[in-house]
């Protein structure tokens, strides 16, 4: 019997969705490979097959996962589940629970959506072994994902993540995994339901990372895209003047006003912009369905422009740096990954901070966290990448844009209360340390013959790469383990004028990015320097 085959004696749900379909390539796809249970745990297209989010797949990553905390740790094992507002978000986290609980293992279960980093706080707060989040953070509506926590609120690093890959990979039979029903898990106590209580300590740990609290006459449109941070970010916002986008309030898994829930794109902004420009609105802010992103659109000169994540990072990491200088620690570190712009870099050591890199993922920025309270090594101040993840602080170990919006808004505020707003601020840092050009490019490459180009290009890069640019400094191939960090299949090109180009494979969607951070004297030498970069590296991409 084929893995087609096997899949045809499920429930009658799944065997009709599969028999309904005609098209070859569909059902190559939905069965060429298994979905695979990566560091970053579980992400994809939902529906039935072996390669597809559905409760099959689910459960065999949630039956990996309790085998290996029954067999890897002592005594009571626990376990915090969250979920988003995405569709089957909350069936999957309820499977999640019943298999769990059904292993012997207690589930601390969120009685409604919540944010992500708040499921990386309630993990240590409620003292658990490990979490669970069910969410595919900015993807399209058609994804779902799952994603795995430690002990310590950190998303699970490859040291981690390799066991319990094995465990996940060795469940068998996976129509037929044990599921406890929840009612019956609750009256044994295994199941304990949890929410406003936990919601209400995460945001008073938040509070304590506020800097700036004069009157202000700024006024905020918040859009929270459908998703979790509709309830924490306003309240964290509470005495502010913010304006709420109605037709993005409310949870909606279809994500019906938006081609995808992603504020890194300007379209997900659109209904916040034009609120904006309706209220006359100083910034807006737009997170995504978990709340762990969060994208800004500022007024400047009139028209509202969009900073990317590298400039809302660099804005960050001086405001956070300018007001703790009289409490920073001689050890003070700031946290970026590889692919995300120097600008942060040069000013957090201007403050007297170090800097410090990790790879792409914010689990590495969780993993520094979790190493230096126990090393003493550095203490963690803030920590960014450019994909619009931030974090201040150490109550959560993951990106956070509850407090990153707080923040957001307060810099905003202090700014007003200048006469500028973030985009002179910009300006300015770019006047003190030179004009850096940040920004990427992506290459989205679906399905069996996607993934084979992605790797195609990879390899080509890797081969010639040294001999692609006359004025290449260095070239970085992370697969081969470098400077201490894990192996990663990324590739930095670092230029004699201080440029860099990147090539790295997403670790979640069917796609091929480049990242580029250019110097220059002005915006325009700085692009046209980024598009031959650009060009050389496409060149290496199968069409």
């Known amino acids: 019997m084929n893995t087609f085959e096997y899949w045809l004696t499920f429930d ?153 890959i094995a465990y996940v990979n060795a469940v068998e039979n996976i129509r037929d995994i044990p599921c406890e029903t929840l009612e019956d898990a609750k009256n044994a106590g295994k199941l304990v339901y949890i929410g406003e209580e936990t919601l209400a300590a995460f945001l008073a740990e938040v509070k304590k990372q506020s800097l700036y609290n004069e009157a202000s006459e700024l006024k905020i449109v918040y859009t929270p895209l459908h998703g979790t941070g509709n309830v924490p970010v306003r309240r964290i916002l509470d005495g502010m003047n913010v304006s709420i986008v109605k037709e993005q309030e409310m ?115 969780g993993e520094k966290i979790c190493l230096w309270e126990e090393s003493g090594e550095n203490t963690f101040l803030f920590g960014y990448e450019e994909s619009y993840g931030y974090l201040a602080g150490t109550h959560a170990r993951d990106k956070d844009a509850v407090s990153s919006s707080m923040l957001i808004a307060e810099m905003a505020a202090y700014y007003k209360n200048q006469g500028k707003t973030l985009v002179d601020a910009l300006n300015a840092i770019y006047d003190e340390y030179g004009y850096y050009f940040d920004c990427l490019e992506t290459f989205v490459l679906k399905g069996k013959e996607g993934a084979e180009k992605i790797q195609d290009a990879m390899k080509a890069m890797r081969e010639s790469g040294n001999e692609m640019f006359d004025d290449l400094d260095v070239l970085y191939d992370y697969s081969k383990g470098i400077d201490g960090l894990p192996k990663e299949n990324v590739l930095r090109f670092d230029f004699k004028d201080g440029s860099w180009a990147a090539a790295r494979p997403s670790g979640t969607e069917p796609k091929l990015k480049l990242y580029f951070s250019v110097k220059g004297e002005n915006r325009e030498q700085a692009e046209i320097r980024q598009q031959a970069i650009r060009n050389t590296l496409a060149a290496k991409i199968p069409e």
Do not use: W
Not at 283 to 290: A, K, W
């Open 12 to 164: 009658e749900a799944t065997k009709a969705e599969l028999e309904a379909i005609t098209d070859k390539a569909e059902l190559e796809d939905r069965f060429y490979k298994d979905l695979e249970f990566g560091t970053g745990g579980l992400r994809g297209i939902m529906g039935a097959g072996a390669n597809r989010m559905n409760k099959y797949t689910v459960s065999k990553a949630t039956k990996g996962l309790a085998d290996y905390l029954n067999e890897c740790f002592d005594g009571e094992k626990s376990v915090a589940i969250a979920f988003d507002s995405r569709n089957n978000s909350q069936y999957f986290a309820e499977v999640a629970a019943g298999v769990l609980c059904k292993a012997g293992i207690r589930v601390y279960l969120f009685d409604t959506l919540m944010p992500t980093p708040v499921l990386s706080f309630a993990v240590r707060y409620h003292n658990c072994t490990a979490g669970i989040v069910i969410t595919a953070s900015h993807n399209p509506k058609e994804y779902n994902g799952y994603k795995v926590y430690d002990g310590k609120g950190c998303q699970l690093v490859p040291e981690y993540a390799d066991k319990v």
């Open 251 to 365: 949870p909606d898994g279809n994500f019906s006003t938006v081609r995808s829930p992603n504020p890194e794109e300007k379209d997900a902004l659109t209904l916040a912009l034009r609120q904006a420009e309706a209220e006359d609105a100083d910034i807006v802010i737009g997170t995504d369905p978990d709340c762990d992103r969060v994208g800004v659109g500022v007024k400047h000169n009139g028209a509202y422009q969009l900073l990317t994540g590298n400039q809302t990072g660099a804005l960050l990491v001086d405001f956070v740096l300018k007001f703790r200088k009289d409490s920073m620690p001689e050890n003070a570190a700031v946290v970026k990954t590889i692919v995300t712009s120097g600008i942060g870099a040069a000013i957090a050591e201007k403050h007297g901070a170090k800097s410090v890199q990790t790879l792409t993922g914010f689990k590495y920025i």
